[in-house]
């Protein structure tokens, strides 16, 4: 696919994507310099593994994220899996984000390693956007040391579509560098839509590509040409609409730059499956912890919280429960999903447990009042769970406040609850993100 060779104003080409290269493994990289040469992956090493990011030198195996561990051992023996590392991660998107804001105001993270950023504001300095997509991207190199592909043009659809063919490619064995920065002319936004799968389009996930497929939409153009009506049917009216739309070339979202992150979660698949109601209650009481820590040091609340179960025969379940009141306490969101929990289990036994939350408010525009209605006796099983957490919320505020700046001020084990008290001592040192990858493997 050959790019125009005319480069475009920003008003030509307005939203630029910018999307970090094997993010999680270039950062393992760059902390260990001795395995810059050698096939790296991030990811859970057990046999309940998955790889998370792997560097080109594992992609010329066959070795991609979302692979089984030991799948990809398999393809590349001499493969090196480490496991993440959430909050080194955190602090090269927060500097990534740092040098993004320096260029633009107005730009979009989505997760750690990708940024939309909006252009338009920018013509009285430099009325490029080429330019602007090779400076953004040699500064990111020079001063962070990571590489990326960057995509320019009229709507967000195709900017992220052009991130990812400037990136480099596997090919036979071997990888091809890529361009670095992709513009989509007018000429190659028409080749892409008559060329691609749909599999290429944002919001095209494994299950729905293949509900597209079995309706014979394999390319994107066999989609343009659908009636919306007939695919809501099959797909819903929301996400049909967008679709089709999409493989018309239409994308009307707007860069959001106060965007905030949708969710907050924590997931961990166990080397060993979980059986029983206390045993998984007292896991899903660290990933309660978890969330409540994350939702405390960004000042929020959430109202919605949905619990995730995954079986060992690998069906996964969820629920949710919608809240008339924000909570950010560990008890006040293990009671909500415990009970949430406990619906799904029914005595099988689990591999996979996540708990996630959303819909937030600012934690000060969060008044919650105690609830006087609850007959029965705090604490026993017959207490209503959304009564139980409002109480817990309610009468634990001052408590939360006082560890949380002990913690700061001394560290995470200087202080803790009760239900935080093992036989080990304090468990909180349990991070986001940790075993979101499966199990590491047990030490021979």
Same mark, same amino acid.
């Given at each position: 696919?050959?790019?125009?060779?005319?480069?475009?104003?920003?008003?030509?080409?307005?939203?630029?994507?910018?999307?970090?290269?094997?993010?999680?493994?270039?950062?393992?990289?760059?902390?260990?310099?001795?395995?810059?040469?050698?096939?790296?992956?991030?990811?859970?090493?057990?046999?309940?593994?998955?790889?998370?990011?792997?560097?080109?030198?594992?992609?010329?195996?066959?070795?991609?994220?979302?692979?089984?561990?030991?799948?990809?051992?398999?393809?590349?023996?001499?493969?090196?899996?480490?496991?993440?590392?959430?909050?080194?991660?955190?602090?090269?998107?927060?500097?990534?984000?740092?040098?993004?804001?320096?260029?633009?105001?107005?730009?979009?993270?989505?997760?750690?390693?990708?940024?939309?950023?909006?252009?338009?504001?920018?013509?009285?300095?430099?009325?490029?956007?080429?330019?602007?997509?090779?400076? /953004?991207?040699?500064?990111?190199?020079?001063?962070?040391? *990571? $590489?990326?592909?960057? =995509? @320019?043009?009229?709507?967000? !659809?195709? +900017?992220?579509?052009?991130?990812?063919?400037?990136?480099?490619?596997?090919?036979?064995?071997?990888?091809?560098?890529?361009?670095?920065?992709?513009?989509?002319?007018?000429?190659?936004?028409?080749?892409?839509?008559?060329?691609?799968?749909?599999?290429?389009?944002?919001?095209?996930?494994?299950?729905?590509?293949?509900?597209?497929?079995?309706?014979?939409?394999?390319?994107?153009?066999?989609?343009?040409?659908?009636?919306?009506?007939?695919?809501?049917?099959?797909?819903?009216?929301?996400?049909?609409?967008?679709?089709?739309?999409?493989?018309?070339?239409?994308?009307?979202?707007?860069?959001?730059?106060?965007?905030?992150?949708?969710?907050?979660?924590?997931?961990?698949?166990?080397?060993?499956? /979980?059986?029983?109601?206390?045993?998984?209650?007292?896991? *899903? $009481?660290?990933?309660? =912890? @978890?969330?409540?820590?994350? !939702?405390? +040091?960004?000042?929020?609340?959430?109202?919605?919280?949905?619990?995730?179960?995954?079986?060992?025969?690998?069906?996964?379940?969820?629920?949710?429960?919608?809240?008339?009141?924000?909570?950010?306490?560990?008890?006040?969101?293990?009671?909500?999903?415990?009970?949430?929990?406990?619906?799904?289990?029914?005595?099988?036994?689990?591999?996979?447990?996540?708990?996630?939350?959303?819909?937030?408010?600012?934690?000060?525009?969060?008044?919650?009042?105690?609830?006087?209605?609850?007959?029965?006796?705090?604490?026993?099983?017959?207490?209503?769970?959304?009564?139980?957490?409002?109480?817990?919320?309610?009468?634990?505020?001052?408590?939360?406040?006082?560890?949380?700046?002990?913690?700061?001020?001394?560290?995470?084990?200087?202080?803790?609850?009760?239900?935080?008290?093992?036989?080990?001592?304090?468990? @909180?040192?349990?991070?986001?993100?940790?075993?979101?990858?499966?199990?590491?493997?047990?030490?021979?």
């Amino acid at each position: 696919m050959s790019n125009s060779p005319s480069r475009p104003t920003v008003d030509q080409a307005p939203i630029l994507h910018i999307d970090l290269d094997a993010f999680f493994a270039s950062v393992e990289i760059l902390d260990n310099p001795s395995l810059a040469t050698q096939p790296v992956a991030v990811g859970g090493s057990g046999d309940r593994g998955v790889v998370a990011s792997a560097n080109y030198e594992a992609r010329r195996f066959g070795v991609r994220s979302g692979m089984s561990s030991a799948m990809a051992r398999r393809r590349c023996p001499s493969l090196v899996m480490l496991p993440g590392r959430f909050d080194r991660y955190e602090e090269y998107s927060s500097r990534f984000h740092d040098i993004v804001r320096d260029v633009t105001p107005v730009f979009e993270p989505l997760g750690l390693d990708e940024v939309f950023c909006e252009l338009r504001g920018l013509r009285r300095l430099r009325d490029d956007s080429v330019g602007i997509g090779e400076d /953004l991207r040699d500064r990111l190199f020079r001063e962070l040391g *990571l $590489r990326s592909g960057v =995509g @320019v043009a009229r709507n967000k !659809l195709f +900017a992220k579509l052009a991130s990812k063919a400037a990136k480099p490619r596997t090919d036979s064995g071997r990888v091809e560098e890529g361009r670095g920065v992709v513009w989509v002319s007018p000429e190659m936004e028409k080749q892409w839509l008559d060329e691609l799968g749909v599999r290429a389009l944002w919001g095209v996930g494994p299950a729905t590509a293949a509900k597209l497929e079995s309706l014979g939409l394999v390319k994107v153009k066999d989609l343009a040409r659908v009636d919306e009506a007939s695919l809501a049917r099959h797909l819903g009216p929301s996400l049909a609409g967008t679709l089709i739309g999409f493989a018309r070339g239409h994308d009307p979202r707007e860069v959001e730059s106060e965007r905030r992150a949708k969710s907050i979660g924590h997931e961990e698949t166990f080397a060993r499956s /979980l059986l029983g109601a206390d045993e998984i209650s007292a896991e *899903l $009481r660290g990933h309660a =912890g @978890v969330v409540a820590r994350a !939702l405390r +040091a960004q000042g929020i609340v959430a109202k919605r919280l949905s619990v995730i179960v995954r079986y060992d025969d690998l069906t996964q379940v969820s629920r949710s429960q919608t809240l008339p009141f924000g909570i950010d306490d560990d008890q006040a969101i293990h009671a909500v999903a415990d009970a949430l929990v406990a619906s799904l289990v029914g005595g099988r036994s689990i591999r996979l447990l996540g708990l996630h939350v959303s819909v937030f408010v600012e934690r000060d525009e969060n008044p919650v009042q105690l609830a006087f209605d609850m007959s029965a006796t705090p604490g026993t099983p017959e207490e209503d769970p959304v009564a139980l957490s409002r109480r817990r919320q309610t009468n634990f505020d001052a408590l939360r406040d006082a560890i949380d700046e002990v913690r700061t001020r001394f560290g995470a084990e200087a202080v803790g609850t009760a239900g935080e008290l093992g036989s080990d001592g304090l468990t @909180v040192e349990r991070q986001r993100g940790s075993h979101a990858f499966g199990p590491e493997a047990a030490e021979s």
